[in-house]
């Protein structure tokens, strides 16, 4: 069992702003990046770090952490925002293993 | 740009080891700032990290797979590589490589197109 724990599903109306959340203790000593991944396609980071997107990533996602727990905003969702988010951090162990959530699916009214 | 592509066969029959290859172009995996990783998605699934190698060749598996995952690095090729032994169909699944800063901070920033591998007789 993934020891990030991720909501299934959320869906959010065209241009409004939707959260995506993300538990697990590793978080209280790790940041969570964000992946967006769309169908037949490969994850591609949307969020690293306390708050930072890569290069061509949209302002309106943006992330955050408190606690065991990291969020994933997107601030006037789009059509193209739907996707599957994953959300991944080192592990609690200390010993440099990774671990994902289960993906939520964002779908956009 | 860094480009990641995956190679190997796509069909494998059970209790055999899968062997994937991950080439590297656009930058050298000695440089010593990443972990070079294999992640796979079963059809229809979440991701799961299979594990990943240091250029010096130090490798850190998922707990689950440990047991049966070797990953190896070959630097003059600039290619990394997977095997996974006694496979079954449940690990017929989408392998994807991608890189990750050593900094456990900066997320996997680059990922291959990924590779079906099947598994069946």
């Known amino acids: 069992s993934s020891e990030l724990t991720q909501d299934p599903a959320v869906s959010v109306a065209l241009g409004q702003t939707v959260r995506i959340t993300c538990q697990g203790d590793?978080?209280?000593?790790?940041?969570a990046s964000w992946y967006q991944q769309k169908p037949g396609q490969a994850p591609v980071l949307v969020i690293y770090?306390?708050?930072n997107r890569p290069s061509g990533i949209p302002d309106r996602f943006s992330g955050s952490s408190s606690g065991n727990t990291a969020s994933l905003t997107i601030t006037g969702a789009q059509a193209e925002d739907e996707a599957d988010y994953y959300c991944?951090?080192?592990?609690?162990?200390?010993?440099?293993?990774?671990?994902f959530g289960g993906g939520t699916k964002l779908t956009v009214l | 740009q860094v480009q990641l592509q995956e190679s190997g066969p796509g069909l494998v029959k059970p209790s055999q080891t899968l062997s994937l290859t991950c080439t590297v172009s656009g930058g050298s995996i000695s440089s010593g700032d990443y972990y070079w990783s294999w992640i796979r998605q079963p059809p229809g699934k979440g991701l799961e990290w299979i594990g990943y190698i240091y250029y010096s060749g130090s490798t850190y598996y998922n707990p689950s797979l440990k047991s049966r995952v070797t990953i190896s690095v070959d630097t003059s090729k600039n290619q990394f590589s997977l095997k996974l032994s006694s496979v079954t169909a449940a690990d017929t699944a989408v392998y994807y490589c991608?890189?990750?800063?050593?900094?456990?901070?900066?997320?996997?920033?680059?990922w291959g197109q990924g590779t079906l591998v099947t598994v069946s007789s």
């Open positions: 991944n951090s080192r592990d609690s162990s200390g010993n440099h293993l990774a671990v």
């Open positions: 590793s978080l209280r000593s790790y940041y």
């Open positions: 991608a890189r990750d800063y050593e900094d456990g901070e900066s997320g996997f920033d680059y």
């Open positions: 770090g306390k708050n």
